[in-house]
């Protein structure tokens, strides 16, 4: 009983892992970018909700959809305003950009009074709902984060394999010269990729947010996302969410079984050991370049 709840909330955390780090996919996969930011987009979503929903007083499944909405929105806006002038610049360039903008938005958030320098609780309808089926004890809020992440997988993966507009992102982050001379709009694509990053950041902090509450600090959760990216391949979306659920399970069994201290570095172990193994990830592809 006790490994199969371990087990249970293994899988819901590295579900949120997942999500973080299919943002970190589908950004770079379209734009060959890494968004250092998404972990900050995730707790902006997450305060954005929040104040629909306790500030606005907004029924929960309205202030999601629209939370989701707005996010949406700002990350095209940061496409178009901060990404799109500084294209063709150095790779570095747009990392330390990125890293810019999580720590503007992570300022921004803590500057505002009352808001940012507290720690909030979302008003969830499953929040704090424990089920009991054959003597187990299961938190609502686990059940929730899991479902939801299968559900949305199945709605990326319809979205890439049956939509005029997936078939061309996919086109688009194989070469986008390619994708631009075939008159699909590379530029409008980046930023829908973009906006849709954001929207997922922002499922997950609304997942998040009844584990750890609503707080300017959340978004560090993005370090974690990272390696569960990298395990998984960092050009693959279902590595990622296979990546997030390794690491997930590997903190929930080192935080039970192992001494203080495990559980914060298993992740980055994990990373060493799999890049060792294979140096693309676990489902990335294997590129040569020819000099």
Same mark, same amino acid.
């Not at 996969?29 to 968004?35: L, P, S």
């Not at 720690?119 to 939801?148: C, D, F, K, W």
């Not at 973009?194 to 750890?212: E, H, K, N, Q, R």
């Given at each position: 009983?006790?490994?199969?709840?371990?087990?249970?909330?293994?899988?819901?955390?590295?579900?949120?892992?997942?999500?973080?780090?299919?943002?970190?996919?589908?950004?770079?996969?379209?734009?060959?970018?890494?968004?250092?930011?998404?972990?900050?987009?995730?707790?902006?979503?997450?305060? !954005?909700?929040?104040?629909?929903?306790? *500030?606005?007083? #907004?029924?929960?499944?309205? /202030?999601?959809?629209? @939370? $989701? =909405? +707005?996010?949406?929105?700002?990350?095209?806006?940061?496409?178009?305003?901060?990404?799109?002038?500084?294209?063709?610049?150095?790779?570095?360039?747009?990392?330390?950009?990125?890293?810019?903008?999580?720590?503007?938005?992570?300022?921004?958030?803590?500057?505002?009074?009352?808001?940012?320098?507290?720690?909030?609780?979302?008003?969830?309808?499953?929040?704090?709902?424990?089920?009991?089926?054959?003597?187990?004890?299961?938190?609502?809020?686990?059940?929730?984060?899991?479902?939801?992440?299968?559900?949305?997988?199945?709605?990326?993966?319809?979205?890439?394999?049956?939509?005029?507009?997936?078939?061309?992102?996919?086109?688009?982050?194989?070469?986008?010269?390619?994708?631009?001379?075939?008159?699909?709009? !590379?530029?409008?694509?980046?930023?829908? *990729?973009?906006? #849709?990053?954001?929207?997922? /950041?922002?499922?997950? @902090? $609304? =997942? +998040?947010?009844?584990?750890?509450?609503?707080?300017?600090?959340?978004?560090?959760?993005?370090?974690?996302?990272?390696?569960?990216?990298?395990?998984?391949?960092?050009?693959?979306?279902?590595?990622?969410?296979?990546?997030?659920?390794?690491?997930?399970?590997?903190?929930?069994?080192?935080?039970?079984?192992?001494?203080?201290?495990?559980?914060?570095?298993?992740?980055?172990?994990?990373?060493?050991?799999?890049?060792?193994?294979?140096?693309?990830?676990?489902?990335?592809?294997?590129?040569?370049?020819?000099?």
């Amino acid at each position: 009983m006790l490994t199969l709840q371990i087990l249970l909330g293994g899988l819901a955390q590295g579900c949120i892992y997942g999500l973080v780090a299919l943002g970190f996919v589908l950004i770079y996969k379209a734009t060959e970018t890494i968004n250092f930011a998404q972990g900050e987009l995730m707790m902006l979503g997450a305060f !954005v909700c929040w104040a629909l929903i306790d *500030v606005l007083k #907004l029924h929960f499944v309205a /202030a999601v959809v629209i @939370g $989701l =909405l +707005l996010m949406f929105v700002f990350g095209v806006i940061v496409e178009r305003a901060l990404l799109r002038p500084i294209l063709g610049q150095p790779a570095f360039t747009v990392v330390m950009l990125t890293f810019g903008l999580g720590y503007m938005v992570r300022g921004a958030i803590a500057m505002v009074p009352g808001v940012g320098t507290e720690t909030h609780v979302l008003s969830a309808p499953y929040r704090n709902v424990m089920l009991r089926p054959g003597g187990l004890v299961l938190p609502a809020e686990q059940l929730v984060v899991i479902a939801s992440t299968l559900a949305l997988a199945g709605a990326l993966f319809a979205l890439f394999r049956y939509t005029r507009i997936g078939i061309a992102m996919q086109a688009a982050s194989q070469n986008q010269l390619a994708a631009f001379y075939m008159g699909i709009p !590379v530029k409008r694509l980046n930023g829908l *990729v973009w906006g #849709l990053g954001a929207a997922v /950041a922002t499922l997950a @902090g $609304l =997942l +998040l947010a009844p584990f750890t509450f609503v707080h300017a600090g959340m978004g560090f959760i993005g370090l974690k996302a990272f390696p569960a990216a990298v395990i998984g391949g960092f050009g693959s979306m279902p590595g990622a969410i296979v990546g997030g659920l390794i690491v997930g399970l590997i903190e929930s069994f080192a935080g039970f079984y192992l001494p203080e201290g495990f559980k914060d570095i298993a992740a980055y172990v994990a990373v060493l050991v799999v890049l060792v193994i294979k140096p693309n990830g676990l489902f990335g592809e294997a590129t040569r370049k020819k000099v």
